[in-house]
């Protein structure tokens, strides 16, 4: 089943002029989203090049029919959920009638160019939102060398269920933010003597944590669990995702039942949503586990997905200090990943959230767990990059770092690659660290 058509060709350009060669957003992406028009209410758009195409508009001119027609008119409100709910088949039609509408040599790219200034807006003078009402959020643990990093560093080995469950908890949807957005460094409960009392001030170990996140689409009924081999169909797109982590106040707070406070405060996300058919041609088969790792249960097990269900996507964390940006240096380039590092393909991870029964909602957020190569560039988190503060980062301006100051702002991107085939990308997940807040101020021990 070839999972690749018209809309991947390589050759295909598009008349909107800052498309052709955009790092992330050529004609062949066509990510959906969620933006505000200068004057406008919110409703859904696609980002191509430097420009966002107004769903909105473009239904109410009348340019789409069919299933493209519904999947227009779903996307013309201010959240993505209804188009989500609508499955597979309305956002393919949408797909493919989008990229003959903005190719350059479309049969209707006159018409389609003489109302650019109702369909077509500079994303700089918008405002881009959340792409959807997120009612529930998730973070996995799939990353394995993660996982082995962060147990290690928190003393801990890899538990033995690690390889048999794809391991998560139920994450906080109330403080998800577009990219842009300041994260305000939380005030907590941590250990600033070994063996003393827990104190509470200000998180002295801000983290980020690189994790990839998976939009669901159709939701399935409670009670009712989604197959292995039906379960990449419930997903929607995905995104970049910042696990903002306040290491000092997870290190005391999560035993027993797991991180709370330490992640509540603030997660980032890029706020395109890159669809499953935007990333076909960068499908590749899942890593092959170590001959000594258990094979998983058969309900987490499908050849197809085994064989086509993993992504092979780039990533890349930078740092901008207060210093660097002040001498007007590039970013610091803290990492490079891959997606194929993920121990359980994003499949197998609705299949298990729904095996217990469990319903998912159009519009609930997975994350993957932090990405980590195998080596010490691949490291998704400063917890990994300084070994938990003992090997500082030091950067051009002469800063060094073990955590995040005040000032610092991570930089998440993506990009994906492949011979014969146009590159894609996510567009930036970034934030600012701000100051804590000082309406506790009173409570907060002096450091
Ligand atoms: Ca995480």
Not at 164 to 189: E, F, K, M
Not at 241 to 263: C, H, I, T, Y
Not at 303 to 324: F, H, K, V
Request: aromatic letters at 8%.
């Amino acid at each position: 089943m070839s999972l690749l058509d018209e809309t991947h060709d390589p050759a295909r350009q598009c008349w909107v002029a800052s498309a052709e060669g955009h790092p992330d957003f050529p004609i062949q992406n066509l990510p959906l989203g969620v933006f505000s028009p200068p004057h406008g209410e919110a409703c859904g758009g696609v980002a191509i090049g430097d420009a966002i195409f107004d769903l909105r508009a473009a239904a109410a001119a009348a340019m789409f029919s069919g299933a493209a027609q519904l999947a227009a008119a779903a996307a013309s409100g201010p959240t993505l959920n209804p188009l989500m709910a609508l499955g597979k088949e309305p956002r393919v039609a949408l797909r493919k009638r989008l990229s003959e509408l903005l190719r350059s040599d479309g049969a209707e790219r006159k018409t389609v160019q003489g109302l650019s200034s109702r369909l077509l807006h500079y994303a700089a003078d918008c405002v881009i939102h959340l792409p959807a009402a997120i009612g529930n959020y998730t973070d996995f643990f799939a990353g394995i060398h993660h996982a082995t990093n962060a147990s290690r560093l928190f003393g801990l080995g890899l538990t033995p269920n690690y390889k048999y469950v794809p391991i998560a908890y139920h994450g906080r949807a109330s403080s998800l933010r577009p990219s842009g957005t300041s994260v305000r460094r939380p005030n907590g409960q941590r250990i600033l003597e070994i063996g003393g009392p827990p104190r509470f001030g200000p998180c002295q170990k801000l983290d980020h944590e690189f994790e990839f996140g998976v939009w669901i689409g159709s939701g399935n009924d409670l009670g009712d669990p989604v197959s292995i081999s039906r379960a990449a169909d419930h997903i929607f797109g995905y995104c970049l995702l910042n696990d903002w982590s306040a290491r000092d106040v997870q290190a005391w707070e999560m035993q027993p039942l797991g991180p709370f406070l330490s992640k509540n405060f603030a997660t980032t996300i890029s706020p395109w949503i890159v669809t499953p058919e935007a990333l076909a041609p960068f499908r590749t088969a899942q890593s092959v586990r170590p001959k000594d790792d258990p094979q998983p249960l058969p309900y987490l097990w499908d050849d197809y997905d085994q064989r086509e269900g993993a992504l092979n996507i780039e990533l890349e964390a930078s740092l901008l200090t207060p210093g660097l940006k002040a001498q007007r240096k590039s970013p610091h380039r803290l990492s490079v990943a891959n997606t194929r590092e993920l121990y359980w393909t994003f499949a197998q991870m609705v299949a298990h959230h729904t095996s217990s029964g469990c319903n998912l909602l159009p519009g609930d957020l997975f994350g993957s767990g932090t990405i980590s190569g195998p080596t010490s560039e691949g490291c998704g988190s400063m917890l990994e990059l300084t070994q938990n503060g003992k090997k500082p980062i030091r950067v051009a301006s002469g800063e060094s770092r073990t955590y995040l100051e005040d000032g610092d702002e991570i930089i998440l991107r993506a990009i994906c690659r492949r011979a014969g085939y146009a590159s894609i990308g996510f567009g930036e997940c970034r934030g600012v660290i701000l100051p804590p807040s000082r309406s506790l101020s009173q409570n907060v021990d002096p450091v």
